[in-house]
């Protein structure tokens, strides 16, 4: 896929902000390391609304049409999208309930606060969810087509959000383990759940022309490509990433996501650093931000075995039918074929 900026920003972002609302909720309700003073509880509450909120709102920028964009919701009985609109939504009244509560009362730990924290933290969890069956839910793109992609959403959110949580509490010098240890432990988990889903995706299957075509006792050879022009499909699903280029993300995701923000926790934990712990989110993000990137650019559709794309890891397009695809599109038009980096 030929990602933009605010799809990744929105998974990035809103992902986050609701994984930082659910750890809210954990520390108070099993009070960790003390739980969290109200003070301190509004302010994290307001930080996950702000990144909930630059998700959303960078999502519009993808929309073709934005002012018909309520027009999503109407369709919630069959549309993962239409739910993840509906379950934000939610999100927002009762979020904001539980931070006036928190604020006003100055009680995080009572009833009322905690049935509010549970439940808002709930909506965020079934809107992450949501978001990743959106892609789950596509056939046509094997390497969405899984239950690992709900989970590395799940792993990554939750990890990002207890990252934000822990840092927090060490720039108010408070050199405790218990939630350092639960914010390495949750990047850990994220790390693990991203190797099993690039091993997955590496392995050879899915969709051939022999199974596409039905012709599955012999070879089958394309002779001329599906059609003479791109088409939103090709143009979406039609970019290749290089396998090099792929390997130096995915070392960049692993370093700058995982292995550097739980270096920087656990040094905090052991020393003042002062604000240098800021950076373990920040690399997070940027590491995180990465992943997006990767997720989307490596999704190949299905359509693409009708251009020549063969099956495998790293699809490529037959070199005839590549040259064909890009030296006789006339001038002015787009390619059906765009260019494959191999740096």
């Known amino acids: 896929m030929n990602p933009s900026l605010a799809v990744i920003f929105l998974t990035l972002f809103s992902g986050a902000g609701f994984g930082l609302m659910a750890m809210v909720a954990v520390v108070n309700d099993f009070a960790i390391d003390g739980a969290l003073s109200p003070l301190r509880t509004a302010i994290l509450v307001a930080l996950a609304l702000l990144l909930v909120t630059m998700g959303m709102v960078s999502s ?36 904001i309930a539980y931070l006036g509560w928190v ?31 959106i892609y789950a839910c596509l056939r046509t793109i094997r390497q969405w087509h899984t239950p690992l992609v709900p989970a590395n959403f799940y792993a990554l959110g939750l990890a990002a959000g207890m990252t934000v949580l822990a840092t927090s509490r060490l720039l108010a010098h ?14 850990v988990a994220a790390a693990v759940m991203k190797a099993i889903y690039y091993f997955w995706i590496g392995a050879p299957s899915g969709t051939t022309l022999q199974t596409a075509t039905g012709f599955t006792g012999g070879r089958v050879r394309l002779l001329d490509q599906g059609h ?11 970019n290749c990433i290089g396998p090099r280029r792929a390997l130096r993300f995915k070392i960049a995701v692993y370093v700058l996501g995982f292995l550097a923000p739980i270096a920087i926790l656990l040094a905090a934990a052991h020393a003042a650093i002062g604000l240098a712990v800021l950076l373990a989110p920040l690399l997070a993000f940027i590491g995180i931000g990465l992943e997006r ?32 695809a890009e030296n006789k599109a006339p001038a002015g038009k787009r390619r059906l074929v765009p260019s494959y980096d191999e740096r």
Not at 174 to 187: G, N
Not at 228 to 238: A, D, Q, W, Y
Not at 314 to 320: I, T, V
């Open 60 to 95: 519009t920028a993808h929309l073709a049409n934005p002012k018909n964009a309520w027009r999503a919701f109407t369709r919630w009985r069959t549309s993962w999208l239409a739910r993840e609109g509906v379950f934000a939504v939610l999100f927002y009244p009762l979020a």
């Open 228 to 238: 003479t022009f791109g088409t939103f499909l090709t143009h979406e699903f039609s």
């Open 293 to 324: 990137y990767l997720f989307f650019v490596e999704a190949q559709h299905v359509v693409n075995l009708y251009h020549g794309r063969m099956p495998g890891p790293l699809p490529q397009m037959h070199p005839a039918l590549r040259a064909t």
């Open 174 to 187: 408070r050199h405790d383990l218990a939630m350092v240890s639960i914010a390495c432990s949750l990047l």
């Open 103 to 133: 604020f006003f009362m100055n009680n995080d730990r009572d009833g009322v606060a905690l049935l509010l924290g549970n439940v808002t933290a709930l909506v965020g969890l079934v809107t992450i969810f949501c978001q990743g069956m």
